[in-house]
Each structure stands twice: as structure tokens, then as C-alpha cells.
């Protein structure tokens, strides 16, 4: 059974950084597609970043480009998410997910629905 767990979250102010760790087990990650998607209260759920365990290739959401770092360390068996230059905006419970299977098509990492196996989610409050 896989196991997604996070940690990481917090308060901090507009302008600085968090970093988000998602604690994988159970299963051989290999084939997999890790991802972070995030929910900010009243919203749905939305994509934020998603990387190929096996090449490392990583896919952004077009609103945290540039601030935000998806990464995986197969020794330690996590998947992180650096984010610098944090907003408001971004003040949402984070979502670790993973599914065992690589999808042909454009954006197919975007859809909830993809993905089998979720964390329980870490909250991150940026203030303003």
C-alpha cells in the first residue's frame, strides 16, 4: 500500500520561502508521477507542480513558475517543493499524489483524477 506523507507547512510572511516534503513508501516508485496539487479554502483543488520519478523531467503550473522548485531524492525516497517568493495567493493546503502509471497526451499531470494515491496535506498560510 502507498503511504504519501507531508510535512513542511507553516506561517510565514509574503515574500519569503517554505520548503514542502512528501515522504513516499510502499511500493517502487520508478514509473511513477509524483505531484503537488493544492486547495485553498472555498477553491478546488488545483495543480501546482509534477515530476517523472525515473527522469526527473518536471511540469509547472503557469502561476508558480519561476518561484516554485518540484525535486525527488530516490535515496530518501521524497519529493520536495522549494517555494520562494511566496504570495497570498499561494496560502493553501498542500497535496502530495502519486500514480504508477505515465499518460500520453498533453497536460494529463493536471488532473486530479490521474492519480491514485494522495497524502493527508500540510497547510501553508502565507500573510500578507
Known amino acids: 500500500q502507498v503511504q504519501l506523507v507531508e510535512s513542511g507547512g507553516g506561517v510565514v510572511q509574503s515574500g519569503g520561502s517554505l520548503r514542502l516534503s512528501c515522504a513516499a513508501s510502499g511500493r517502487a516508485f520508478e514509473s511513477y508521477m509524483m505531484a503537488w496539487f493544492r486547495q485553498a479554502p472555498g477553491m478546488e483543488r488545483e495543480f501546482v507542480a509534477a515530476?517523472?520519478?525515473?527522469?526527473?523531467?518536471?511540469y509547472y503550473a503557469d502561476s508558480v513558475k519561476g518561484r516554485l522548485t518540484i525535486s525527488r531524492d530516490k535515496d530518501k525516497n521524497t519529493v520536495s517543493l522549494q517555494m520562494n517568493s511566496l504570495k497570498p495567493e499561494d496560502t493553501a493546503v498542500y497535496y502530495c499524489?502519486?500514480?504508477?502509471?505515465?499518460?500520453?497526451?498533453?497536460?494529463?499531470?493536471?488532473?486530479?483524477?490521474?492519480?491514485?494515491?494522495w497524502g493527508q496535506g500540510t497547510q501553508v498560510t502565507v500573510s500578507s
Open positions: 499524489a502519486a500514480t504508477p502509471r505515465i499518460y500520453g497526451g498533453n497536460g494529463w499531470y493536471m488532473n486530479g483524477e490521474k492519480y491514485y494515491y
Open positions: 515530476i517523472i520519478w525515473s527522469s526527473a523531467g518536471t
